[in-house]
């Protein structure tokens, strides 16, 4: 069953401090008459008269033991840069133009707020084989509406440079941050024709989109109602596990909106930034819930899928396992909350 990303899922995370029972040396409950002006209320007349042997003066539930400091804590997805390089060749006049914008401008308006910094760029930039000096729109927040635009306000002509238009993400300077170290960047080619402006083959096409994963840019590929060596290159050579590295095949909006949201469920890794705490608060003390029930700790996300792990000794970065993961990429995810506390996770 396919997975839409119809909202993002609520991140509240707060630091808490984990109430710990009182350090007196009574194990179990009182039969004494201590006087401490702790919250005992024994009534029994032996005469024990132990003594308390922190620092505290008891009288405040012994706050101070946990040795916690309250901090609001944010956690957030990993970070992704997904820019589309659409083909804006003559072929594209017509039908398929009115197709494309559709589901461009749906998958734009779906996917806002989910962590994805949306870039775009095409080819031809001149109604030959030229191709742009610079990207036409950047990976950045909040980019869905000017891509919109500009998709309804322009229409194709011109040949199809496709290796050429790649070959600019070979130069770190056509689009800054684009890659990025720390960040995940994807380049989804869309073409509906065989280039018609440089000679390149399969092979050619191969060695260039294994220049790109080199680079740290990972390449998808769509041919709407296309299909070709070329293409197959391209998806074979970007660096996407299977099914992912075939071209998807598309024939209109609603096959091209599918193809987005399945190329979703591999963007999203479901892994997420934790920000520090501050230094009282043991890293190794966490929980992490979904609608308010505790999420299990599993490390290395073994047997049943279950759980969460840290993917860094720093503790700067968590990940939920598979079980979870689906969760979160569902139509309808949970509010993922976490606490920092004096006391271990519940482990599986």
């Known amino acids: 069953m396919r997975c839409l990303f119809l909202m993002a899922p609520t991140v509240v995370v707060v630091l808490g401090c984990h109430q710990v029972s009182s350090l007196d040396g009574d194990a179990g409950p009182d039969t004494d008459s201590d006087t401490d002006s702790n919250s005992d209320t024994d009534t029994d007349s032996d005469t024990d008269s132990d003594t308390d042997s922190d620092s505290d003066s008891d ?23 997904l820019v589309i390089l659409q083909d804006f060749s003559g072929s594209m006049a017509g039908s398929n133009w009115p197709q494309i ?29 030229g191709v742009n000096s610079t990207i036409m729109i950047a990976p950045a927040a909040g980019t869905e509406t000017t891509i919109i635009n500009w998709m309804t306000t322009n229409s194709p002509l011109g040949e199809s440079p496709l290796e050429e238009a790649m070959t600019n993400y070979l130069n770190l300077g056509y689009v800054a941050g684009f890659p990025e170290p720390g960040i995940n960047s994807y380049l989804v080619v869309i073409a509906d024709g065989i280039p018609t402006c440089s000679s390149g083959n399969a092979a050619s096409f191969a060695a260039t989109t294994g220049a790109l994963l080199a680079n740290q840019i990972k390449t998808l590929a769509i041919g709407f109602n296309y299909s070709s060596a070329q293409l197959d290159a391209v998806a074979a050579s970007g660096g996407m ?40 608060a043991d890293p190794d003390n966490i929980n992490f819930y979904f609608d308010g029930v505790v999420v299990p700790y599993n490390d290395g996300c073994d047997g049943s899928g279950e759980g969460w792990q840290w993917i860094d000794a720093a503790h700067t970065q968590m990940e939920f396992c598979p079980v979870q993961c689906d969760d979160i990429k569902d139509g309808d995810p949970p509010d993922v909350t976490a606490a920092w506390a004096c006391y271990p996770p519940w482990v599986l």
Do not use: H, K
């Not at 559709?102 to 775009?120: H, V, Y």
């Not at 963007?267 to 520090?276: A, E, P």
């Open 241 to 280: 596990p299977p099914p992912y590295n075939v071209p998807f095949i598309v024939t209109d909006s609603v096959t091209l909106q599918n193809a987005f949201d399945d190329i979703a469920l591999v963007m999203f890794t479901c892994i997420f930034n934790v920000q520090s705490p501050y230094p009282s």
């Open 59 to 81: 009288s405040d539930s012994d706050g101070d033991d946990t040795g916690c400091v309250e901090q609001d804590l944010d956690i957030e997805f990993e970070p992704a840069r």
């Open 101 to 129: 914008t559709t589901a461009l401008t749906n998958i734009l308006t779906a996917w806002t707020g989910m962590g994805i910094e949306f870039g775009f760029d095409y080819f031809p930039s001149d109604g030959n084989c």
